[in-house]
């Protein structure tokens, strides 16, 4: 027996078990998306991070375990090293077809999944932008630096009367 006959079974299951996750992961990215555009979301935009985190770190595991199998047939772990691989299964008679499929949905999935985090982080510095501003106002700080330290960082007036006293 080849060993590509012993290893593609646990490629064929990492690759599903992936998929899966991937698309977890761009369900997360579209929820916190909604919750971005609604006020006074800051719990679920927490929660959201949080299990988007376990997914990430999920996700890594099985790019960790395929590149294992990858090595297995001296591959290297990258987008030619699959190719080659279900290339390699093939030769050996071994139907790819559905592993195939779910590595393009893994690769479509990701590339969404990256432009809709990149647009969830700009919303997320925008509204940490705005949060910073407002209470740059309420604390009746200019909303703009006027002076610059030696090392180049604005500097914070040092005295403004409060606008809110609590």
């Known amino acids: 027996m080849n060993m590509i006959e012993k290893t593609y079974p646990i490629a064929e299951k990492l690759i599903f078990d992936a998929l899966l996750l991937a698309q977890q992961l761009n369900e ?36 960790d375990h395929l590149g294992r199998v990858l090595a297995t047939e001296n591959l290297p772990n990258s987008r030619q090293g699959i190719a080659d691989y ?38 997320l510095d925008l509204l940490a932008r705005h949060t910073t501003r407002s209470l740059q106002i309420l604390k009746g700080k200019s909303l703009f630096a006027n002076t610059y330290g030696r090392d180049g960082i604005t500097k914070n007036d040092s005295y403004r009367r409060s606008l809110v006293v609590a």
């Open 86 to 123: 279900f290339q390699r299964a093939e030769m050996a008679n071994l139907t790819t077809l559905d592993a195939k499929n779910n590595w393009e949905s893994i690769k479509r999935i990701s590339v969404e999944s990256k432009i809709l985090n990149e647009q969830n982080g700009a919303s």
């Open 28 to 63: 997360q990215l579209h929820q916190e998306a909604h919750a971005l555009k609604k006020p006074q979301q800051p719990e679920t935009i927490i929660v959201i991070a949080a299990y988007k985190k376990q997914l990430v770190c999920k996700l890594e595991q099985f790019s």
